[in-house]
């Protein structure tokens, strides 16, 4: 019996152990054929708890409100961004047929410039010339001979030519012509580079090409191609600013709030916005004021002298036809002096360019008319620049450092009447 049991015994034994054995040969087989990569991410898992997630993203949402936190502190009332323009998929193409149109007005103004400038020194060589050789006739009639009545109707007839030329030259004003054709060429030259840099920072808003639309018409309307109809009036009853902008746009923007201002304000302070208007003043007591000055001297200059020559070679062409066989000696002198000197006026007011000195000083006095505005208007929408880059940009514009453009708004020098101009340019 006892043997019997402890056979029984050793059979479960062997069994079990026979059995824990291919269990574990099976076990491990199964550990070693398991593929790396899932062993390598499963011991190279961080420990994600539950814990450390919720930490994390109670730092991360009391980071973002402290800035409200602040605002609500500091009793600042908040003032949101302003809203970004609207775009249009066709903002960009309106931006380059612009610019085209503005390339092809750019050639046109100065291949007109150059026609008018070779109108000048041509008409100005054709009417002296004319002249010139009319008084020397005169002369050489005055000496007597059988050929005196042909050569008094000769020097008459060029003298009656070069009226009628004198008067047209007169009219048109060759000079005034070409620098009207030539501040043309350099305002659409700047437009471009204004448009082409809106392209180049690459966020236009689809009001831009309706802005570089006005201004194109706008210079059309200020500086026109044509002769006939549409020519501008050279003889003028005052003397204007030119005005090559379109007309303001009234936008109503919110102002910024006095507290918002003193936080940052865009850059705007009340000592900036001070000396701003202080700059306005300067630019239209002192400078406007000066070139419209001069410019209503050089347009009455230019109309005595465009009656003068004229008159000045009918009296000739009158004083050669009296010369007759009679030999007048009054006749002789009339018609030679008064050629000569239709023949000086004449290269002082076209040979000195009369005419485009009084373009110049109209387009001068444009000019700080277009910086009064463009100052003003950002006074009163702050939103538009920053203050700072006003500041530099207006600095450049006359010519001024930061500095002296500071202190050109000091009070001393503003009160004084006969004190230094705004630009130093011009």
């Not at 009226?163 to 005034?176: A, D, F, M, R």
Request: proline share 4%.
């Amino acid at each position: 019996m006892a043997a019997l049991q402890a056979s029984s015994l050793n059979m479960s034994y062997s069994s079990t152990s026979s059995s824990f054995s291919c269990k574990r040969h099976i076990s491990t087989k199964s550990t070693i054929n398991l593929p790396k990569k899932l062993t390598i991410n499963a011991l190279s898992l961080p420990d994600l708890s539950a814990k450390v997630l919720v930490e994390e993203l109670h730092q991360r949402s009391s980071g973002s409100n402290n800035i409200y936190k602040n605002i609500i502190r500091s009793n600042v009332p908040f003032t949101p961004s302003p809203k970004q323009g609207t775009k249009s998929p066709t903002t960009i193409p309106k931006l380059y047929a612009i610019l085209e149109a503005i390339a092809d007005r750019i050639e046109m103004h100065r291949n007109i410039k150059e026609q008018r400038e070779n109108w000048n020194s041509l008409l100005l060589n054709s009417v002296n010339a004319m002249t010139l050789t009319a008084a020397t006739i005169s002369a050489i009639a005055a000496a007597g001979g059988s050929h005196v009545v042909a050569l008094s109707s000769c020097s008459s007839l060029l003298y009656m030519a070069a009226t009628g030329l004198l008067i047209i030259v007169n009219k048109i004003q060759p000079s005034q012509l070409a620098e009207e054709q030539r501040n043309a060429a350099r305002l659409f030259q700047k437009l471009r580079r204004e448009i082409q840099t809106k392209l180049s920072i690459g966020n236009p808003e689809s009001k831009d090409h309706r802005d570089a639309m006005d201004k194109v018409l706008a210079l059309d309307r200020a500086y026109p191609l044509p002769l006939l109809g549409k020519m501008l009036e050279k003889f003028p009853e005052g003397v204007e600013p030119a005005k090559w902008w379109p007309e303001k746009r009234i936008r109503r923007q919110e102002s910024m709030s006095p507290a918002a201002a003193r936080v940052g304000g865009n850059g705007w302070d009340e000592g900036l916005e001070e000396r701003m208007k202080g700059v306005v003043g300067v630019l239209r007591r002192r400078d406007k004021e000066d070139y419209l000055r001069l410019g209503e001297k050089a347009l009455k200059l230019n109309k005595m002298l465009g009656i003068a020559g004229p008159v000045l070679t009918t009296v000739a062409a009158v004083g050669s036809a009296l010369m007759g066989p009679s030999h007048s000696g009054l006749a002789t002198v009339v018609g030679v002096a008064a050629g000569a000197m239709a023949a000086v006026i004449n290269a002082v007011e076209h040979g000195g360019q009369v005419g485009m000195v009084f373009e110049m000083y109209r387009s001068n006095a444009g000019f700080f008319s277009l910086m009064e505005e463009w100052i003003e208007g950002n006074l009163e929408e702050k939103r538009g620049i920053n203050g700072k880059v006003m500041e530099m940009k207006v600095a450049l514009e006359l010519g001024r450092s930061l500095s002296e453009l500071r202190e050109l708004t000091n009070s001393p020098l503003m009160a004084d009447e006969e004190g230094e101009f705004g630009s130093k340019l011009f």
